[in-house]
C-alpha cells in the first residue's frame, strides 16, 4: 500500500522486515510496470539526478522518504555507491589491479567448503550420525550451488556493467585523458547511469590483475577509511542509517568489505537498495506527488463526493415517487446528473489526492514539514512562511534548483554544507520526532488544516499526472452520472399514496 500523506510517528524509526531475494523480483517487475505509465523524465534515473522539478526533484523525494516513509537509508546509501563508483573510476588501471574483485562465486564456493568441513568436525565429534549426516551432506550440496548460480545468473548483469565501468580498457583511458584537455574534467551526464549501467559499453577483456602486480593489502587500499564509515553507518546493526539487510547479506558485505574495497564487495547492499527504490519507494513517492492537498483536505473531498451522489441518488428517486402525484415528467429525473456529476469527479479525483479546485487553480497545499510552526519572539506565522515559499516556488522556473545535477551531491566526502542533513552521507539519523514542526502541526485543527496555504504547484512532469487523473475523473463522472440518469429515465413511477406502480 503506498502511503500519500504525513502522519504522525509512532516510533522513531519503525520496524521492517528485510528485503529478501524474493522481494527484489517483485520490485523488478513493479519497476518494469511503473516505466509504463510514467513519462521518461520521471524516471528513477532523472530523479536521482536531480533534473526533474519540483515537486519531484531529489530534495522533495529526501523529505517524502524521511517524514512520510520513514525510510530514506536506501536512497541515501544509493547515491553514496554513486558516488563511489565514480571516484574509483578516477583510480588508474594500475591502481585498480592492485585491489581484487568481490566474486560471488568464489564467496558461495567457501561458504559450501566452511559448511563441508563444519560437517566432517561434527563427525569426527560424534554428533549425529554418520548416515543422517552424509545424507544432510547430499541435499544440501546442490542446493546450495544451485543457490550461487541463480545469485550470480540474476547479479550476472549488475556485476559485468559494473566491472565494465571499472576497468575499461587502456585506449579508452588514454582517449578520454587526451580529451580532458579541452573538455570539462567531469563526466557527461549519460556516461553514468544510476544504476551502474553504462549504456553501449562492450564487455571489456582487460583482466582485473595485472601481470607482475601483487595485489594489496586490505588495510593499504584505496578508499579504505570510507569503506569502514559506510559499513559502520549503513551496514552494521548499530549503524545511524543502517539497511534492512537479511542476515547472510549484511554477512556477505562485512566479509567481503573486509577483504577488498572493490565496489563488488557492496553489491548485497547496492542490489537490496536498487530493488527498493525502483519497485516500491519511486512509485509510492510519484502518486503523492501527484497530490495537491494534505490528508484532512483529501478525507473532505471524499466526504464532500459521497454527499453529493447520495443526494443525487436522493433526487432522483423522489423524481420517481414525485411523478404520479405530480404528473411529472419522467424527463425530470435527469437533472439529477447535475448532482451526480461533481460528486462522482470529486470523489475519483480526490482518491489521489487531487482537488479539482486546486487543480484549476494551479496550486497545492503546504506539505506538513513546509509549514513553519509559531514563532512567539517575532510574531511570525505560517502565513508567512507560505508568501516565502511561493516566492521560492516562483524562482525555481528560472535556477532549477541549488545544484543543478547530483554529481556535486552524491560526492563520497559526505559533508555538503548546501544540502540538508538528510542529503549528507555521514548525516545524522533520519529521526525529526523532535523538531518545533511535528508537535505544532499535531496541534493544528482540522478547521485549519482544511484550508491550509497554498503555493503554485508549479509546471513539472508531474502536471501530465495530474492531467490525467482530472480526465479520467470527468470521463468516469460523465458515464457513471449519465448511466444512471439515463437509466432512471426507464424506471417506472411509484405511488407512495397508493402503493402502486404507475
Known amino acids: 500500500m503506498s502511503l500519500k500523506f504525513y502522519r504522525k ?3 522513531d524509526r519503525p520496524w521492517r522486515p528485510p528485503v529478501m531475494d524474493e522481494d527484489c523480483g517483485k520490485y523488478n517487475l513493479m519497476a518494469a510496470k511503473t516505466k509504463k505509465w510514467l513519462p521518461p523524465s520521471l524516471h528513477f534515473e532523472q530523479l536521482v539526478r536531480n533534473t ?10 529526501m523529505d517524502y522518504l524521511v517524514y512520510v516513509e520513514q525510510n530514506a537509508e536506501p536512497l541515501q546509501f544509493f547515491l553514496w555507491f554513486c558516488g563511489y563508483v565514480r571516484s574509483w573510476t578516477e583510480l588508474t588501471a594500475q591502481e585498480r589491479a592492485l585491489v581484487p574483485r568481490y566474486d560471488p562465486a568464489r564467496a558461495e564456493e567457501a561458504l559450501v567448503l566452511q559448511r563441508h568441513l563444519r560437517q566432517q568436525h561434527e563427525l569426527r565429534d560424534g554428533e549425529g550420525d554418520v ?28 556485476v559485468s556493467n559494473i566491472l565494465d565501468i571499472l576497468d575499461a580498457e587502456v585506449e579508452d583511458e588514454k582517449m578520454s585523458r587526451h580529451s580532458a584537455a579541452s573538455a570539462p574534467s567531469l563526466p557527461p551526464p549519460g556516461s553514468i547511469v544510476f544504476n551502474g549501467l553504462r549504456p553501449g559499453t562492450a564487455s571489456s577483456a582487460a583482466s582485473a590483475i595485472v601481470g607482475g602486480l601483487t595485489p594489496l593489502a586490505p588495510e593499504d587500499q584505496p578508499f579504505r577509511d ?27 558485505v562485512l566479509a567481503a568489505t573486509a577483504c577488498t574495497t572493490h565496489p563488488t564487495a557492496l553489491l548485497p547492499a547496492f542490489e537490496k537498495s536498487d530493488a527498493l527504490l525502483r519497485g516500491k519507494l519511486h512509485p509510492n513517492f510519484i502518486r503523492a506527488s501527484m497530490a495537491n492537498t494534505n490528508r484532512p483536505t483529501t478525507f473532505l473531498l471524499r466526504l464532500l463526493g459521497i454527499l453529493l451522489i447520495i443526494l443525487g441518488l436522493g433526487a432522483d428517486l423522489a423524481f420517481i415517487i414525485l411523478t404520479p402525484r405530480f404528473r411529472l415528467s419522467r424527463y425530470w429525473r435527469i437533472a439529477c446528473f447535475g448532482l451526480l456529476a461533481p460528486g462522482l469527479a470529486i470523489f475519483v479525483a480526490s482518491v489521489d489526492g487531487l482537488s479539482l479546485y486546486l487543480y ?14 509559531l514563532l512567539p519572539r517575532s510574531g511570525r506565522s505560517s502565513r508567512s512562511s507560505s508568501s516565502s515559499n511561493e516566492s521560492e516556488a516562483k524562482s525555481w522556473k528560472k535556477r532549477r534548483h ?10 563520497t566526502m559526505g559533508a555538503d ?3 540538508k ?41 508531474v502536471g501530465v499526472l495530474q492531467a490525467g487523473v482530472v480526465l479520467s475523473a470527468f470521463i468516469w463522472a460523465f458515464l457513471l452520472a449519465g448511466g444512471m440518469a439515463a437509466g432512471s429515465v426507464f424506471v417506472p413511477a411509484y405511488d407512495i399514496f397508493n402503493m402502486r406502480w404507475a
Not at 569503506?227 to 547472510?248: E, K, M
Request: with cysteine; net charge positive; hydrophobic share 30%.
Open 131 to 158: 548416515a543422517r549426516s552424509s545424507s544432510s551432506k547430499r541435499k544440501r550440496g546442490p542446493k546450495v550451488r544451485m543457490l550461487g548460480r541463480e545469485r550470480r545468473a540474476r547479479n550476472a548483469s549488475k
Open 417 to 419: 554544507p548546501l544540502r
Open 402 to 411: 541549488l545544484r543543478k545535477g547530483s554529481e556535486g551531491s552524491i560526492g
Open 9 to 11: 510517528p509512532v516510533v
Open 226 to 252: 570510507e569503506i569502514t564509515r559506510v559499513l559502520g553507518h549503513y551496514i552494521q546493526s548499530s549503524g545511524a542509517r543502517r539497511l534492512d539487510l537479511a542476515v547472510p547479506d549484511r554477512a556477505s
Open 52 to 61: 526533474t522539478m519540483p515537486p519531484c526533484s531529489l530534495n522533495d523525494f
Open 421 to 461: 542533513g538528510s542529503l549528507r552521507t555521514f548525516g545524522p539519523a533520519n529521526v525529526f520526532q523532535r523538531d518545533e514542526w511535528v508537535e505544532a502541526y499535531a496541534r493544528r485543527s482540522f478547521w485549519t488544516c482544511w484550508f491550509e496555504e497554498t503555493l503554485p504547484a508549479g509546471q513539472g512532469e
Open 360 to 373: 484549476f487553480r494551479g496550486r497545492r497545499q503546504l506539505r506538513p514539514w513546509e509549514v513553519e510552526p
